[in-house]
């Protein structure tokens, strides 16, 4: 690690081969934790290039724990996290409209490193079990239509590095890996991120693979469809700008969107939206990230009508129904 770091900061960059060996050295536990956090650091200050990302991804991909989810034909629906704009679990409570409105969702996240209150930390707070038992997930899928996977129980990579994440307080390359790296391997993915250079770097990546997917990035840079500016939406199609007016939706104010300073206060946004007990804005921001999902499965529906069937499934309690059915599970 001290030779590669050593080349790191001669500015350097990393072959495909030589960063997912660098990576799998991090996951044997035997590398210091200021030499982790060095190597982390290094991403901050520059970018990261195609084959880095890579080689990160399949290494994480090809030591995690599998779920074997391939006949739900599952979508994750996840932002990279990093936007720095403190926004209530939005994805979070979209992939419960997902799931209400029929689609399964295996939802894969962590707790906040960047941010007050990640989606493990809302879940945690509702009473959800972490578990990376297969037959529970699969139960779960059946049941609720949705499953939800911690990262650490299913990433070697992710459990070595996590308290020098969070020690570090920052978003790194591993905020970039999370919607890569899922263990179901989703059919679908439908992710929003915080740059317009990793929505190029993400797209590259994409498109060779055989997912279906489609990336969101607000030009205001939230990784979201955060209905507060313009946003690109990126699918194997192409790519296009479109506006909240766009989508009947009028166009919201940052602080409509704020989720507080603790994870209760977060976790009190994501349930009143479910229950119905929201703002019209909270609400229509979820409603728009989950059309956008629903989308990402059927292309061929237009946004009004993605839109009708995710308010449809927040209105009539099916969003909510999957949300307590998965705690009960």
Known sequence: MKEILERLYRYETLSYQEAKRA???????????????????VFLMRRITVEELLGFRDVMLENCLRVPLEEYQVIDVCGTGGDGKNTFNISTTAAFVVAGAGICVAKHGNYGVS????????????????????????????????CFMHAPLFHPAMKTVAPIRKEMGLKTFFNMLGPMVNPAFPSYQFVGVFSLELARLYEYLYQRTSKKYAIVHSLDT???ISLTTEFKWITPEGERVISPSDLGMP???QEQLVAGSTVED?????????????SEAQQNVVIANAAGAIRTVFPSKSWQEAIYEARESLLSKRAFKAFQTLLAC
Do not use: P, W
């Open 115 to 146: 941010s007050v209150c990640g989606s493990s930390n809302v879940l945690e707070y509702f009473g959800y079990a972490f578990t990376n038992d297969v037959d529970k997930l699969r139960k779960q899928i059946e049941k609720a239509k949705i």
């Open 251 to 253: 166009y919201l104010l």
């Open 266 to 278: 977060s976790a009190r946004i994501v349930l009143n939206v479910l229950e119905g007990k929201a």
């Open 23 to 41: 990576l799998q050295t991090l996951m044997t536990g035997s590398v210091n934790a200021s030499h982790i956090a060095s190597f982390m650091t």
């Open 222 to 224: 939230y990784d979201e």
